[in-house]
Nanobody, 125 residues
């Protein structure tokens, strides 16, 4: 059974930085992509950044140039470096992995089937 455990969330002021980590264990079968998703109160969950098995990355337009997704395969860990944080980045952030991606809007998007429990990020103005 795959387990994903996020860490690194917290409260920061606007303009600050945070680094999220996601430690994975129990992988079996195909793992085509890993990614970070977020959900703010009253909003739908959205893909923030993802990385495919080929290393290709995808970012939401709202975080391009500010967030960087990376992975350390030796440690089975996914990271999300977040810089220049804004109040609108406030959300629960989830790590996820999945066996497939879908191509639309000119980019590959991760289709997860396994989720972590989430870590809260709060950005104050």
């Amino acid at each position: 059974q795959v387990q994903l455990v996020e860490s690194g969330g917290g409260s920061v002021q606007s303009g600050g930085s945070l680094r999220l980590s996601c430690a994975g264990a129990g992988y079996t079968g195909s793992r085509v992509c890993m990614g970070w998703f977020r959900q703010a109160p009253g909003k739908e969950r959205e893909e923030v950044a993802s990385i495919g098995v080929d290393g290709a990355t995808t970012y939401a337009d709202s975080v391009k140039g500010r967030f960087t997704v990376s992975q350390d395969n030796a440690k089975n860990t996914l990271y999300l470096q977040m810089r220049t944080l804004r109040p609108e980045d406030t959300a629960m952030y989830y790590c996820a992995t999945g066996p497939s991606r879908r191509y639309y809007h000119g980019e590959w998007h991760c289709e997860p089937n396994t989720w972590g429990q989430g870590t809260q990020v709060t950005v104050s103005s």
